[in-house]
T-cell receptor, first 113, second 107 residues
Framework: NAGVTQTPKFQVLKTGQSMTLQCAQDMNHEYMSWYRQDPGMGLRLIHYSVGAGITDQGEVPNGYNVSRSTTEDFPLRLLSAAPSQTSVYFC????????????FGDGTRLSIL | RKEVEQDPGPFNVPEGATVAFNCTYSNSASQSFFWYRQDCRKEPKLLMSVYSSGNEDGRFTAQLNRASQYISLLIRDSKLSDSATYLCVVNKDKYIFGTGTRLKVLA
């Protein structure tokens, strides 16, 4: 059972580089979201999507872009990586916003030097 | 004020103890509530949903108090394997996490 798949699992970037974190789900879930988690802190919402073609900002959207061209995929783009974006990134999906809980991917551990 | 607040702990309890966590939320229009468990910064895993009437799953009981805007999690007969961080999640039009409460169950 694939569920929510995130790639890569680990990545090291240099300041100023750009990259895309991939997230795919095979459960036909409408709702998808991206979180970041820093040491000693909870998960903070970066961006979310309630369906294909619809995205919205969360609590900490600056420095990140998202798109939702298909139901399955929800990539997160770092435009110009900064050391403050060193974090663990989690992608999650839910079949019905607010009714069903979210399922999480394994996370991407990102370090920016 | 944060949308969802939790006592970070840690709560250090002996095996067999009963422990309770609270989580307060600021948006009175919040519609759904969940408790997740997270181990060593792995992905959060759903522990249980929280229903208005309260619900129980084995040793775990969750309750919702809409008037006071908090949810609670009670763990009875704590096991060493219960040691983890417990995250509450509140939803209105997006899912917002609390910062989590660390639990350490001691032998």
């Amino acid at each position: 059972n694939a569920g929510v798949t995130q790639t890569p699992k680990f990545q090291v970037l240099k300041t100023g580089q750009s990259m895309t974190l991939q997230c795919a789900q095979d459960m036909n879930h409408e709702y998808m979201s991206w979180y970041r988690q820093d040491p000693g802190m909870g998960l903070r919402l970066i961006h979310y999507s309630v369906g294909a073609g619809i995205t919205d900002q969360g609590e900490v959207p600056n420095g990140y872009n998202v798109s939702r061209s298909t139901t399955e995929d929800f990539p997160l783009r770092l435009l110009s990586a900064a050391p403050s974006q060193t974090s663990v990134y989690f992608c999650a999906s839910s079949s019905t916003l607010g009714v069903q809980p979210q399922h999480f991917g394994d996370g991407t551990r990102l370090s920016i030097l | 004020r944060k949308e969802v607040e939790q006592d970070p702990g840690p709560f250090n309890v002996p095996e067999g103890a009963t422990v309770a966590f609270n989580c307060t939320y600021s948006n009175s229009a919040s519609q759904s509530f969940f408790w997740y468990r997270q181990d060593c910064r792995k992905e959060p895993k759903l522990l249980m949903s929280v229903y208005s009437s309260g619900n129980e799953d084995g040793r775990f009981t969750a309750q919702l108090n809409r008037a006071s805007q908090y949810i609670s999690l009670l763990i009875r007969d704590s096991k060493l394997s219960d040691s983890a961080t417990y995250l509450c999640v509140v939803n209105k039009d997006k899912y917002i996490f609390g910062t989590g409460t660390r639990l350490k169950v001691l032998a």
